[in-house]
């Protein structure tokens, strides 16, 4: 993973990362980090991350939200976490995300064992709210920032 994100560092036309039950760990979340976030500003065109289906555990989603979570270094999309080996606390996590970050309007967190009602409500109203804003952004030509912030 090291690897991969080493040589992912300056590239900056990767639209979507698909790393699907490849037998990714927590161990990998600093680097899956790294990449959501090119040299610390936001990759203008990778609007999708796939990591269902790998043993990112809490530990490696805390490393992956602190950048996932920060609108102004991640303008990711969509991210998918499903089947992560996640507990009620990394799904939390992942939720808290999606409230913070206008720029997510998919986030799928299911099969995971922390995926709870109140979990799954949040992570559906908060994407509901970044999709509506995304749409009045490009309709009416405002930032999405600026929407974002006055909805906060």
């Given at each position: 993973?090291?690897?991969?994100?080493?040589?992912?560092?300056?590239?900056?036309?990767?639209k979507?990362?698909?790393?699907?039950?490849?037998?990714?760990?927590?161990?990998?979340?600093?680097?899956?980090?790294?990449?959501?976030?090119?040299?610390?500003?936001?990759?203008?065109?990778?609007?999708?991350?796939?990591?269902?289906?790998?043993?990112?555990?809490?530990?490696?989603?805390?490393?992956?939200?602190?950048?996932?979570?920060?609108?102004?270094?991640?303008?990711?999309?969509?991210?998918?976490?499903?089947?992560?080996?996640?507990s009620?606390?990394?799904?939390t996590?992942?939720?808290?995300?999606?409230?913070?970050?206008?720029?997510?309007?998919?986030?799928?967190?299911?099969?995971?064992?922390?995926?709870?009602?109140?979990?799954?409500?949040?992570?559906?109203?908060?994407?509901?709210?970044?999709?509506?804003?995304?749409?009045?952004?490009?309709?009416?030509?405002?930032?999405?920032?600026?929407?974002?912030?006055?909805?906060?």
């Amino acid at each position: 993973m090291k690897i991969l994100s080493d040589n992912l560092e300056n590239c900056e036309h990767i639209k979507s990362i698909w790393l699907g039950a490849c037998g990714l760990t927590s161990k990998s979340g600093k680097d899956i980090a790294k990449i959501i976030s090119i040299n610390g500003k936001p990759s203008k065109l990778l609007n999708e991350v796939w990591l269902a289906g790998n043993n990112l555990e809490d530990s490696g989603v805390q490393d992956i939200s602190k950048v996932l979570s920060d609108y102004k270094l991640c303008s990711i999309q969509r991210i998918y976490l499903a089947s992560n080996k996640l507990s009620v606390d990394g799904c939390t996590v992942i939720a808290s995300c999606v409230e913070s970050n206008p720029n997510i309007v998919g986030c799928v967190v299911n099969n995971n064992s922390g995926f709870t009602n109140t979990v799954k409500t949040r992570i559906e109203t908060a994407q509901k709210r970044n999709f509506d804003l995304l749409s009045k952004s490009k309709k009416e030509g405002k930032s999405l920032v600026e929407l974002f912030n006055q909805v906060k």
